[in-house]
């Protein structure tokens, strides 16, 4: 896309988004008028597009916005330490889907049904994907609004599938195939990359797969489930496909780590994040631009994709403390920062895809900018915010399932006796928790 039609475009929704607020805010007399807000997120792109858009939002209203960034590990510690101490010094914080139950359940977040039924306004995006909503819900009620999200899905070098001569896989089986024929390991070319690193990072993919073939976190006891057939199954295939035909290094591999094996043209295939699209289509920033291919997870032995999509899905939302004294005026912002048309800005200006307006995402900017919307679409219609449970122990199971899956990836292990230490591991958590009393 051309600047000079970015800039129309900017212009427009610029436009559009200061006379809706500034409409808003006049017809109720600026009632927040004098109140400084302060938000704490990480340090992304899309923070840095937002934050541009803030002064527009401080004129209209007669508010005072403190927006603080930090990097995610610094940034956990000061929201922790923040809610704990109930300090409110912090109006908004992030929430990510997978904290919310914890934080929830804690008392730290208030939450926000309330807020939408009686103080709804225009700036309220109601087209948000239902999923990324899912996400932010506990125990029937919604906690945070989703700023920022992504999806599952494959993404392939186009060429090489040409080359040679085969088909893109739509079922696990033939993704192993041609991961096979696409590794050339005395020429530095391997078939797939996936994220596969000890810890909480690996089972938002590795997991996705153990779904597909039919394997539950949880039994329905709240038991383990890591050990069943469907699970053990599912882990075989991760740790199969990567051990065999991955990089040397995959057990040491990140998102980062994997959309580097990508954009370097190293590695044929590789399912992760919709959002990797802003960088592997970047030609700054990427060697294989021209050469990608989009399309959902293959299925799995279980059943088609419509009923075990392989499920990665996160979504970040931005939740209002608990112990926040200026609660409606956070609102008011925390509309503001995730309607349609600060999205849409974020995106054209800041390389923000990971909107999650539904009409956003599916605009002819966001379809001109980045490709594969439609499988991105599609696949937020197909996974399942729950192929991991929504409980207050999340990360710990998390982490239990993750440093074991590694673990069978490097060969340290068999996936059975990986798992058998991630049923324990796990069974342990959720004893003290309360679950089997």
Not at 239 to 247: A, C, F, Q, T, V
């Amino acid at each position: 896309m051309g600047k000079g039609y970015k800039g129309i475009v900017w212009f427009v929704v610029a436009i559009l988004t200061i006379i809706g607020l500034s409409g808003m805010v006049l017809a109720q007399d600026q009632p927040y008028a004098g109140t400084t807000v302060t938000i704490i997120t990480w340090d992304t792109a899309t923070a840095r597009a937002i934050e541009k858009l803030i002064p527009e939002f401080e004129k209209a209203t007669g508010m005072k916005i403190d927006w603080n960034v930090f990097a995610e590990p610094v940034l956990r510690e000061k929201v922790i330490a923040d809610l704990a101490a109930k300090t409110g010094a912090y109006d908004i914080f992030l929430l990510d889907g997978w904290q919310t139950a914890r934080y929830a359940r804690a008392g730290y977040v208030a939450e926000l049904d309330d807020l939408l039924a009686n103080k709804k306004s225009e700036y309220y995006c109601e087209d948000f994907a239902p999923i990324y909503l899912d996400a932010l819900r506990y125990d029937g009620k919604l906690w945070g609004l989703p700023y920022y999200g992504h999806v599952g899905i494959m993404m392939y070098r186009k060429d090489w599938f040409e080359e040679k001569g085969i088909t893109v896989p739509v079922n696990t089986d033939e993704l192993m195939a041609a991961a096979e024929k696409f590794t050339d390991k005395a020429n530095n070319k391997f078939g797939i990359a996936m994220r596969a690193i000890k810890g909480e990072d690996n089972p938002i993919i590795s997991t996705s797969w153990t779904w597909v073939h039919g394997g539950e976190w949880l039994d329905e006891d709240m038991k383990p489930g890591v050990t069943s057939p469907e699970f053990i199954q599912g882990a075989k295939w991760f740790s199969d496909i990567l051990k065999n035909y991955g990089p040397p290094d995959v057990s040491r591999y990140s998102w980062l780590e994997v959309q580097n094996a990508f954009v370097t043209g190293t590695t044929g295939v590789i399912f992760d994040a919709s959002d990797f699209i802003g960088r592997i289509e970047d030609p700054n920033l990427s060697q294989i631009v021209g050469k990608i291919g989009y399309a959902l997870a293959p299925a799995g032995p279980f059943g088609p994709v419509s009923e075990r999509y392989a499920s990665h899905l996160f979504t970040a939302g931005m939740g209002i403390n608990a112990d926040s004294k200026n609660i409606e005026a956070a609102w008011l912002f925390l509309q503001w920062m995730t309607s349609k048309d600060v999205q849409m800005r974020t995106m054209i200006e800041g390389g923000n895809t990971g909107i999650t307006s539904v009409s956003a995402m599916a605009s002819e900017e966001f379809s001109k900018t980045y490709p594969g919307v439609p499988v991105i679409l599609e696949a937020l219609k197909l996974a399942n915010p729950d192929y991991m449970p929504h409980i207050a122990e999340y990360p710990e199971l998390c982490e239990a399932i993750g440093t074991q899956i590694s673990r069978s990836v490097t060969g340290e292990a068999s996936v059975e006796d990986a798992m058998k230490i991630a049923y324990d591991d796990m069974y342990k958590v959720l004893e003290q928790a309360g679950y089997y009393q």
